[in-house]
């Protein structure tokens, strides 16, 4: 698919995380577990295959020793690397910098660890940017029952899911806007890079995602995800 008119559009897949919540034996970051034959980041790389982008800019660790081991056949798009951040608004800065990019070119930027998220989705997101000219996510409304603690031991009250939504990835925005938000900003409350376009005082569109777009947390979410990318008919 090709979107005529409109600046380039780079991909930022956010990898220099180690997993601490993921608990897994083999101590390898959860985005080098293996789902099927390949790990966690090729699945979230080969989501974009069919996507119309200039390139993809992966962020890792600075100690990634298993980056090197992944075939450079992964992704049909041309790949770079660079360094993150202590941060994850550090490592999304640093991959924004690091592109040849107009101020108002578009970045979509992913978490590795939602190898999941279908190319349906990524072009709704990306369509629903480009004729709105905003920038936006993905996102899916809460349907559990959601209750609030102070203290983490007793229910203090349950709050109306009504208008919540979860934030998902991709998230797209102008690489200018983004970068000068995650530059200017109160880090304790930048939780995502809609958060911290949010603090600018703009509103990014919300695009509906899919309840299969999960992110991979703990370490029997793996299985969870080699069943969603065979109904999806990716392994």
């Not at 993150?84 to 101020?103: E, F, M, W, Y």
């Amino acid at each position: 698919m090709a979107f005529e008119g409109s600046k380039r559009i780079h991909v930022i897949i956010v990898a220099a995380g180690i997993g601490r919540r993921f608990n897994n034996q083999s101590k390898r970051p959860k985005q080098y577990e293996l789902i099927g034959k390949l790990p966690v980041l090729a699945h979230s790389i080969q989501a974009f295959d069919s996507i119309s982008i200039s390139d993809i800019t992966v962020v890792i660790h600075p100690n990634d020793t298993h980056w090197e081991t992944l075939s450079p056949q992964v992704s049909k798009h041309k790949i770079h690397t660079v360094i993150g951040g202590s941060q994850r608004h550090d490592s999304v800065r640093n991959g924004i910098k690091s592109l040849n990019a107009a101020p108002q070119d578009w970045v979509l930027v992913h978490d590795a660890a939602r190898p999941c998220v279908t190319a349906d989705e990524i072009n709704d997101l990306i369509n629903s940017c480009l004729n709105n000219q905003c920038g936006g996510l993905l996102v899916k409304p809460l349907t559990d029952t959601i209750k609030y603690s102070e203290k983490g031991e007793c229910v203090n009250k349950t709050i109306d899911r009504e208008k919540l939504y979860a934030a998902l990835t991709p998230q797209m925005f102008r690489c200018g806007d983004l970068l000068k938000a995650l530059t200017v900003f109160e880090a304790d409350s930048i939780t995502d890079e809609s958060s911290a376009i949010e603090s600018q005082g703009q509103k990014p569109l919300m695009i509906k995602g899919k309840s299969s777009n999960i992110k991979i947390t703990a370490f029997e979410d793996l299985a969870v995800a080699h069943t969603l990318l065979q109904q999806q008919g990716r392994i």
